[in-house]
């Protein structure tokens, strides 16, 4: 079999979250209270997000099933979080005034995506880093687990010992990308873990 490189988007951890608390894909978007937050969370993420995980965990099954995993590097990223961040909440980063954020205070939340990755020829156990990464790096990852891409930095930023310092922008959301620019409200600088509140310096 040749090198391939597949990319595949599921859409099902995003609104209107149409999963049951079953675990069943459903029409009825309003049946769960959709909105309703419970201890810091929304219980249609939760919905949504179990039922995508579910499905990966059987993909991988079928992987190995297949002798496929072994000799495959997997990427599971995100576009964004939401503002019901555990770990923001749990460290005190709530909007309610320890990081001031503005009128889309919620939008700091937002930047706590996913980023998990299987390298080739790794089976080991699954483990937590709190590296400051970004799902913009996915890039650079793939670019250097080939041996380069052309015009794309192939510095693995997993192998970087520096402190790196990531800016989050605070922005409309719901703006027209045919306007071709962004509204940004603030701008904040963040070297070491996004959930030290600590570590947020505002530079706008």
Known sequence: ????????QVSSTHAPWSISNSGKITSDVQSYNQKRSVDGSIPAHYNAEKYTID???NYIKWLKKNDIFDNTMIILVSDH???DS??????GMTKEGLLDFGQNENQSFRANALL???DFNNNDNFVISNDLMSNSDVPSIVCASINGCNEIDDNDPRRNTKNR???????ELGQNIKDKKYNIYR???VEGSMFNKENWKQVK
């Open 116 to 118: 998990m990755i299987k």
């Open 165 to 171: 310092i990531r800016t989050i922008d605070i922005t």
């Open 55 to 57: 499905n990966i965990v």
């Open 1 to 8: 079999m040749n090198n391939t490189y597949k990319y595949i």
């Open 187 to 189: 701008s904040y600088n």
């Open 81 to 83: 979080s939401a503002d």
């Open 86 to 91: 555990i770990l923001f909440k749990k460290n």
